[in-house]
């Protein structure tokens, strides 16, 4: 009975260890969530290509961006990197990767308020840094196998 007991113990140590580590979820939603926020940027930047700025469009978008952002951020748990685009630096450097994250969140409220205000060269002043966040991101933070 003793004997029963011990592997029915490792079993289960063993099963509940296999599903901690298992982050596929989070790394399902955050290519997702990375995908949304690539076609958000591109309708942005669209947008801001026409004659006439389509502030109703605009702001939605923005602030679609910033949601998503915010929660990308929950979605980086520690050994979350296997089978996953990420480097193995988030987890070393994970406070300057979550500031990236604020810089760029940040960006969107601004690209929102300025929707607010109807304020062309400020939403485009936001655009252009959101863009220049999510590039420096890519090249510090993501594999490119």
């Not at 790394?27 to 669209?46: G, K, S």
């Amino acid at each position: 009975m003793e004997a029963s007991m011990k592997k029915i113990g490792i079993v289960a140590l063993f099963s509940f260890s296999v599903i901690a580590a298992d982050h596929s979820q989070e790394i399902e939603t955050r290519q997702d969530n990375f995908q949304h926020l690539d076609t958000t940027a591109d309708l942005l930047d669209d947008e801001f290509d026409k004659d006439v700025l389509n502030w109703d469009r605009i702001m939605p978008l923005a602030q679609s961006a910033h949601l998503t952002v915010e929660e990308q951020k929950t979605l980086f748990p520690e050994g979350s990197a296997d089978n996953s685009r990420a480097r193995t630096k988030i987890w070393d450097q994970k406070a300057e990767f979550e500031g990236k994250f604020d810089t760029l969140s940040q960006q969107f409220i601004l690209i929102s308020e300025a929707a607010v205000e109807q304020d062309e060269v400020a939403a485009r002043a936001a655009l252009d840094k959101a863009f220049s966040q999510c590039r420096s991101c890519h090249m510090n933070y993501r594999s490119l196998w």
